[in-house]
């Protein structure tokens, strides 16, 4: 773990969020998990928000976001189904909760096929083969963004493949 300093921190406030989660085996081979959020945050650092897109009079504190998503998870014997969306949201990573950079609207899919024998609550790892789809709209607080006149919010789109190996 990393330890830095920094001249300016975020402001007292009283954070919030609300979870729910729904776990049902609707066949003797397939198992649905649902997840819903909805709350308050904000950046951990303030220094690290996209500080080059503020104007000189708006405060860097006021960067407070009200985040919502939803996924499902559909696992069939080997095969696992997954789609989601997060509303006004943090990237996928730490840095990005720590550095204030979000997105509007990320959509994300994920398709995988385990090589062994279905492991229901993930105790034990799997050999993994998927393909995964991520959308994310853009606007000033995400990376990349360059507020085109002709494109002012902006996307992206990832596509990955993986193959995870589990020895």
């Known amino acids: ?15 919030w969020e609300l979870n729910a989660r729904a776990v049902s085996r609707v066949s003797s081979r397939t ?57 006004n949201d943090f990237g996928p990573y730490d840095y990005y909760r720590d550095y204030g950079i979000t997105y509007p609207v990320q959509l994300i899919g994920d398709v995988s096929h385990s090589l062994g024998s279905p492991q229901w609550f993930d105790t034990n790892p799997q050999t993994r083969i998927g393909v ?19 494109d002012p919010n902006g996307s992206e789109w990832e596509l990955r493949t993986y193959l995870k190996l589990a020895l």
């Open 1 to 15: 773990m990393t330890y830095f300093a920094t001249t300016v921190s975020p402001p007292p406030r009283d954070l």
């Open 132 to 150: 995964r789809g991520t959308w994310r709209s853009l606007d000033r607080w995400s990376p990349r963004y360059f507020g085109l006149p002709t």
């Open 31 to 87: 198992r649905v998990v649902a997840h819903a959020y909805y709350g308050t945050a904000q950046p951990n650092v303030v220094q690290g928000a996209p500080l080059y897109l503020l104007s000189p009079t708006e405060d860097v504190n006021a960067h407070l976001i009200t985040r919502s998503g939803a996924d499902i998870k559909i696992i069939n014997g080997g095969n696992t189904l997954s789609a989601g969306a997060k509303f």
